[in-house]
């Protein structure tokens, strides 16, 4: 009898376990910043660069990994250009704001997946009314630099 129940218990568990580990959890903040992150995955998934250059403040920054700073939405839009085209996942792990800054640190990975592939700290300034980027700082959780090369021989002798 316990096996007839077993069964079907476990398969239900095994069912939830994609859903249960699609995301990491996300803080909570206003509908206002949550929409700049549920757009800017929008225009990263849809390789849209010049979409993800509009979220930023006229004078905004980007820092992406592995590439010179940008300034400006033209060399922001520059900088994105074939960087996208994948469903991501922003997450909040910290939120303030004072006036009309704001700083919101974050992780970020493939939509669906319960794993950071890295983070960001975007600071935000409202203008007219509007919360855009005035700095995307982002960088990934892999090792930085070439990869080691082979360990040396030791000297013949």
Same mark, same amino acid.
């Given at each position: ?9 476990? *398969?239900?568990? =095994? ?8 995301? +990491?959890?996300?803080? $909570?903040?206003?509908? $206002?910043?949550?929409?700049? +992150?549920? $757009?800017?995955?929008?225009?990263? %998934? ?54 009309? +800054?704001?700083? =919101? ?8 997946? %319960? ?6 700290? +975007? ?8 919360? =855009?980027? %005035? *700095?995307?700082?982002?960088? %990934? ?17």
């Amino acid at each position: 009898m316990r096996a007839y129940l077993i069964a079907p218990m476990l *398969a239900a568990v =095994l069912s939830l376990a994609p859903a249960m580990a699609q995301t +990491l959890p996300s803080g $909570d903040v206003p509908p $206002d910043v949550e929409r700049v +992150l549920r $757009d800017y995955e929008k225009a990263w %998934a849809a390789n849209d660069a010049k979409a993800l250059a509009a979220l930023f403040a006229e004078d905004g920054i980007a820092l992406p990994s592995n590439q010179p700073p940008a300034r400006g939405k033209e060399r922001i839009a520059q900088a994105y250009a074939g960087g996208g085209a994948m469903p991501t996942f922003l997450r909040v792990i910290d939120y303030r704001a004072s006036g009309d +800054l704001a700083t =919101l640190v974050g992780a970020y990975g493939p939509a669906g997946q %319960a794993r950071d592939f890295g983070k960001f700290v +975007l600071v935000l300034r409202r203008v007219d009314g509007r919360w =855009l980027i %005035a *700095a995307d700082i982002e960088n %990934a959780n892999m090792r930085m630099g070439p990869p080691p090369g082979p360990a040396p021989r030791p000297a013949a002798g």
